[in-house]
């Protein structure tokens, strides 16, 4: 009884698929040839031509605020980061407001009219801080034209140092406006505790008031007490007052006059090619045709169900070969 044909469980040998799929290859070399070479290359070409991306860098160096005496530190400033450190981590909070961002749009404003090309601007664009060693910070900016990156690193060097400004303005308002209110609390306390002293001496003159407290009446004791404790109250607050008057000045003194640009921005690459990066997404774009091409020579390699090996036939059809029949030339044909 013949057996029933069946298909091969397990897939044609290495040597075998290699075969075929070279067979497959050189059958159609032009198509491949266009597929896994031709448009790769265009594609490569092309994105390095037509997306190319420039970099603007710039330097700051912050200085070490120590020199305008204690309590100078702006906030939220660590003690054991160094001042490049701190300066990169509170900048880079920063970019993450909203603030920022809509700051850095009217601020660009002057170098592109346009408010689509500017917010188009503003998406492409990377903007980077990042800190080197104890006292340098490089602000980078990647677009793709030139004079934009240098005008974004420009502009958003100028706002960072605004908001900062601004923002420990509004701090130290917020603070010298809390201890204000218990200072004029306080300050209404005493007055109302002197007055009640006074009070009470008027409706009793022959009571005088003994430097020993001890020799003073219950009475007398009790308002000169509540006078003193006032007295000290207002006087810490008023101290308290004044420091943070103090360190609102200092810490926005450090900020205004503290980081610098020891070098402007500079756009590193100004060639076809521009920083380089272009590069890295010509190979992604040329990776992905070439993917494509690979994935149609498999496709076209699995729907291909032609018998090239004798060997082959008997795997498929499970029954010896007794012979074939070669090719005829092209005389033989005719």
């Given amino acids: 009884m013949a057996k029933p044909l069946s298909w091969p469980t397990r897939g044609l040998?290495?040597?075998?698929?290699?075969?075929?799929?070279?067979?497959?290859?050189?059958r159609f070399r032009v198509r491949f040839a266009i597929l896994l070479v031709v448009v790769p290359?265009?594609?490569?070409?092309?994105?390095?031509l037509l997306f190319p991306s420039y970099k603007a860098t710039?330097?700051?160096?912050v200085d070490t605020p120590s020199y305008?005496?204690?309590?100078?530190?702006p906030s939220g400033w660590n003690q054991y980061l160094t001042p490049a450190q701190n300066e990169a981590d509170s900048l880079n909070q920063l970019l993450q407001t909203r603030a920022f961002d809509n700051a850095l749009y009217d601020g660009l404003a002057p170098t592109m009219a346009d408010p689509a090309?500017?917010?188009?601007?503003?998406?492409?664009?990377?903007?980077?801080?990042?800190?080197?060693?104890?006292?340098?910070?490089?602000?980078?900016?990647?677009?793709?034209r030139p004079p934009i990156c240098?005008?974004?690193?420009?502009?958003?060097?100028?706002?960072?140092?605004?908001?900062q400004i601004q923002f420990e303005k509004d701090q130290a308002t917020a603070g010298m406006a809390f201890v204000s209110g218990q200072l004029k609390d306080a300050q209404a306390g005493l007055a109302a505790a002197e007055a009640a002293l006074q009070t009470y001496l008027v409706d009793h003159p022959t009571i005088k008031v003994d430097p020993i407290p001890d020799n003073n009446g219950p009475e007398l004791a009790r308002l000169l007490t509540a006078r003193d404790q006032m007295r000290v109250k207002v006087n810490e607050l008023q101290t308290s007052y004044d420091?943070?008057?103090?360190i609102s000045s200092v810490s926005t003194s450090v900020i205004e006059s503290g980081p610098r640009v020891v070098d402007p921005p500079q756009v590193?690459?100004?060639?076809l090619t521009g920083d380089g990066s272009s590069k890295r997404t010509a190979v992604i774009a040329a990776g992905c045709c070439l993917a494509v091409g690979l994935a149609y020579l498999f496709i076209l390699a699995w729907v291909d169900k032609t018998a090239r090996d004798p060997r082959e036939v008997e795997k498929r059809l499970q029954i010896p070969v007794v012979t074939t029949i070669p090719r005829l030339s092209a005389a033989e044909r005719i």
């Fill in 68 to 73: 305008f005496g204690s309590g100078a530190t």
């Fill in 243 to 246: 420091h943070d008057q103090y």
């Fill in 58 to 61: 710039a330097q700051i160096w």
């Fill in 41 to 48: 290359a265009i594609v490569g070409i092309g994105t390095i």
């Fill in 13 to 26: 040998p290495a040597a075998s698929r290699m075969v075929k799929y070279l067979e497959i290859l050189f």
């Fill in 268 to 271: 590193v690459g100004t060639g």
């Fill in 117 to 144: 090309e500017r917010r188009r601007a503003l998406i492409s664009s990377k903007l980077t801080i990042i800190s080197f060693g104890t006292h340098l910070v490089v602000v980078s900016a990647v677009c793709d």
């Fill in 150 to 163: 240098v005008a974004i690193v420009n502009t958003a060097m100028d706002v960072l140092k605004q908001l």
